[in-house]
């Protein structure tokens, strides 16, 4: 019996020896698989906390509560926290490992900025502002202007001048346009019509009228208003730097169809020499090489793309409009598209299109409003055909009822003056018939009348 005890208290102390030893392998493996992200202490579904003990009852990779398994619970896309869950060390570690990596993202990216304004700006500001050269048209600037001047009209039949426009050719040394204005002129009589707009266009000149592909078109510009009886200011124009060729002739012209405008608007673009002055004698046109040119065809409906595909009327060489144009020889970028040919084709035939239909529809509408006009002037005067009618029915019955009457009238006055003279012829009548019986009566009793006898 007691060796049975001794054997038993061998037994328990061995145990109590060994356990602790388990203990501590259990909890160094649980560690370890801790640290490898295996196993998790809180569930990221449920929120459950696991413990040590949990080991000896269910998988270290699955959650003794809810059963979900903590590797499946991170790779799924709908799951609100992926993450696992480490332990302080381990965050430590990986904040170390990050640090690095992103002051090297951030020097990196940095650099990178930075070489790349160097770059733009040696590339696009490495000219030297003195090396800018810059030219005008005319060269010379005119002085005083013309008494003539061209009255732009929105739309006019064969004869009226709907488009006008300065043709000229860029300098050699500065092809580069960049601004365009003209000289504009304004009278109260006419009568001016207030908000005025008007588009410059500029394009290739083909002989006898401008490309049908414009190489610029300026936004719709509304002229500035004063309340002077005469009006002359300069309008500019601010041009996408328009790289041009030399050896090209361009035109410069100004239109005021397809803008809404109203019927009788104008505006007025005063020639520039050659004159003569009596002061002066001869003076020179300020720009020999130029032309002016016209558009005066038939236009009812101020249709620009019509002006593309039309004779113009060209004036003589040195006779201009009062435009002038500035040049420089650097060329700067402009909005990609802005300006292209197809654009500015489709701007100007929708603006086109627009306006030929507004002025159909208002046309349309006037023909309406006249016809209704007309037709309620028919009714009108057929109502005063019947009035008249009417009236003059009434006057012919009463006309002919006084006649009527007149002529009873008379009727009953011839009667009665024949009744008289019937009455008078029979009292003439009695009257001699008393006379007679009176003779008779006297002659009865007087002594018988003598007889004379002739002589023998």
Known sequence: MNDCRRKLSKIQISCNIYRPLVRWKSHAAHISKR?????????????????????????????PKCGVIYKKWQMAPDSKDTE??????????????????????????????ILLSIFVKVTFFSNDESKRLVSSLPV?????????????????????????GQLFKPPPNTPVLFKLGFLFTQYEFPTRVPGLKLQVILSEWYGDRPAPAALWISEPTTLPSTN???????????????????????????T???????????????????????????????YPQGMRVLYKQENPYGDVVQMTKSAWEVGDV?????????FENQHKPSVEGYGSPSHLDAVIQKKTEKEILNRKEREQQTRDEIKQQQIEREEQRQVENERRQIEMATQRQAENERRQIENEKKQE??????????????ESERKKEQENKENNSTHQGAWPHRRFYPRR
């Open 35 to 63: 640290a490898q992200g295996v196993l998790m202490i809180k569930c990221p579904k449920c929120g459950y906390e696991r413990t040590e003990n949990d080991d000896n009852f269910i998988s270290i990779e699955e959650c």
């Open 228 to 254: 002077n009886n005469y009006q002359a200011d300069w309008l500019d124009v601010g041009v996408p730097h328009l790289s041009l060729n030399p050896e090209k002739l361009y035109v410069a012209w100004v």
């Open 256 to 286: 005021l169809g397809g803008l809404a405008n109203q019927h009788d608007a104008y505006i007025g673009i005063p020639a520039m020499g050659p004159r003569n002055s009596m002061k002066h004698g001869y003076i020179e046109s300020p």
């Open 413 to 426: 006055e011839n009667k009665r003056q024949q009744i008289e003279k019937e009455i008078q012829q029979y």
């Open 318 to 326: 040195g006779h201009n409009l009062h435009f002038r144009m500035s």
């Open 140 to 164: 010379n600037p005119p002085t005083g202007m013309e008494s003539s001047a061209c009255l732009i009209r929105v739309s006019g039949n064969e004869g009226t001048i709907t488009a006008a």
């Open 84 to 113: 696992p869950i480490s332990n302080v060390n381990e965050s430590l570690s990986i904040k170390k490992e990050q640090t690095p990596i992103q002051y090297k993202s951030i020097i990196l990216y940095a650099t990178i900025i």
